[in-house]
């Protein structure tokens, strides 16, 4: 059973700048892609980043230039670095394991809250 693990998130100031951790179990961790997702009170789950196994980035056109997202395989750890954060950014933020095929599944964990307010 896979399983992620979300850190990182809290409290923080228009302009301030927060580091999610994305902990993964598992011995493959780097033949996946990896993602960040972020769901804000009454709107859908909406895709923030993305991180190949080849470390190919991709990004949400809301959060490009100011979110960073990374992976340290030797550490099973995805990170996304949050700067320049507005109140907008305000949701629960969601790692994600990519499936790699018909047979695999996605993988989701159980998030994180970011709160931008001043």
């Known amino acids: 059973q896979v399983q992620l693990v979300e850190s990182g998130g809290g409290l923080v100031q228009p302009g301030g700048s927060l580091r999610l951790s994305c902990a993964a179990s598992g011995r493959t961790f780097s033949n996946y892609p990896m993602g960040w997702f972020r769901q804000a009170p009454g709107k859908e789950r909406e895709f923030v980043a993305l991180?190949?196994?080849?470390?190919?980035?991709n990004y949400a056109d809301s959060v490009k230039g100011r979110f960073t997202i990374s992976r340290d395989n030797a550490k099973n750890t995805v990170y996304l670095q949050m700067n320049s954060l507005k109140p907008e950014d305000t949701a629960v933020y969601y790692c994600?394991?990519?499936?790699?095929?018909?047979?695999?599944?996605?993988?989701w964990g159980q998030g994180t809250q970011v709160t931008v307010s001043s």
């Open positions: 991180i190949t196994s080849g470390g190919g980035t």
């Open positions: 994600k394991r990519y499936k790699l095929g018909p047979r695999d599944l996605d993988y």
